[in-house]
């Protein structure tokens, strides 16, 4: 099993910044990607970024250039800084972990709520 710890969030003015953490613990051995997803209310959950082992990040087309996801060295912590944040980047975000031949596994979640 893989728990995850999910950190960051809360509320932001547009055109603020806010960084999300997750941490994963347990049995992280062979995790393939890390990454976030969000899902606002009344809409289906979507991938935000998403980091996998040996490859470019990849971002959904309205976070480019806005948010930049990392991951730790030792590859169980996952980052995502998020800039220049709009009313709509409000949702609840989850950390996802993907593990080699093992369903994916999800954090908590945590809001964003991106006002004035």
């Known amino acids: 099993q893989v728990q995850l710890l999910e950190s960051g969030g809360g509320l932001a003015q547009p055109g603020g910044s806010l960084r999300l953490s997750c941490v994963a613990s347990g049995s992280v051995f062979g995790i393939t990607a890390m990454g976030w997803y969000r899902q606002a209310p009344g809409k289906q959950r979507e991938l935000v970024a998403l980091i996998t082992t040996g490859s470019s990040p990849n971002y959904a087309d309205s976070v480019k250039g806005r948010f930049t996801i990392s991951r730790d060295n030792a590859g169980n912590t996952v980052h995502l800084l998020m800039n220049s944040l709009k009313p709509e980047d409000t949702a609840v975000y989850y950390c996802?972990?993907?593990?080699?031949?093992?369903?994916?596994?999800w954090g908590q979640g945590t809001q964003v709520t991106v006002s004035s």
């Open positions: 996802n972990v993907r593990v080699f031949l093992r369903p994916d596994y």
